[in-house]
């Protein structure tokens, strides 16, 4: 079974500042690993998916996420937020081959301040 | 339209009624699927169609009744509901449920509120 920890419920951040959304998975087989992002009133949309290859992925909208799988992470990075990042953002895990059954993390609300 | 459609955006039902949600993919998938979201829980997956044949059910209670006429179209049938059956709904649609590499595209939710 795989399982994905987002410790993070709630991270304010104040706009053009950095921000990291940390993502920890486990899993006993190999993975692939997923940022997803909600907007307000809006259904869930890909930022970023890591498969193989770099450990270093860049996605949508300025995002990158890095696959560290010493440690099982999968964190999510923006070096400047804007407003318009403000959303809820999810980690997913679902094992590489095989049925795709994905593993959602809860969430973590990113609220960028003026 | 493109993406995922999903209808109606919101629903208000008593726990007697019965009613239908509505999901539309555009996107030429050939695999669709039914997720609960609720307030600090993460997404629960609830059906998965695949060639328009179920081959997930989630432990879901009978009161939920997925159909899936065609690829392009998937139903949620909904009757004597609990007011915790209040949520969130999202659909969403892949290409292929082999390959753990195919993203989901998920619609904008139907807001369920059972009274």
């Known amino acids: 079974a795989q399982s994905v920890t987002q410790l993070d419920s709630q991270v304010p951040v104040f706009e053009e500042a950095p921000v990291e959304l940390r993502c920890n998975y486990s899993?006993?087989?190999?993975?692939?690993l997923f940022w997803y992002v909600q907007y307000p009133n809006q259904g869930l949309q890909l930022l970023l998916k890591?498969?193989?290859?770099?450990?270093l992925v860049k996605g949508i909208n300025g995002f990158e996420a890095e696959f560290n799988k010493s440690q099982t992470s999968f964190h999510l990075r923006k070096p400047s937020v804007h407003i318009s990042d403000t959303a809820e953002y999810f980690c997913?895990?679902?094992?590489?081959?095989?049925?795709?059954?994905?593993?959602f993390g809860i969430g973590t609300k990113l609220q960028v301040i003026p | 339209e493109t993406g995922v459609t999903q209808t109606p955006r919101h629903l208000v039902m008593g726990m007697t009624n019965k009613k239908s949600l509505k999901c539309e993919q555009h996107?030429?998938?050939?695999?669709m699927y039914w997720y609960k979201q609720s307030a600090k829980k993460p997404l629960e997956l609830m059906f998965v169609?695949?060639?328009?044949?179920?081959?997930e059910n989630n432990s879901v209670p009978s009161r939920f009744s997925p159909e899936c006429p065609n690829s392009s179209h998937l139903f949620l049938h909904l009757h004597t509901l609990q007011p915790e059956d209040s949520a969130l709904y999202l659909c969403?649609?892949?290409?292929?449920?082999?390959?753990?590499?195919?993203?989901?595209?998920f619609g904008n939710g139907t807001r369920l509120t059972v009274t």
């Open positions: 969403a649609s892949s290409q292929g449920i082999g390959e753990g590499s195919s993203p989901l595209h």
């Open positions: 899993s006993s087989v190999s993975v692939y």
């Open positions: 890591y498969l193989s290859g770099s450990t």
């Open positions: 997913a895990v679902t094992r590489s081959g095989g049925y795709q059954k994905v593993t």
């Open positions: 996107l030429g998938h050939n695999a």
């Open positions: 169609y695949s060639l328009e044949e179920r081959v």
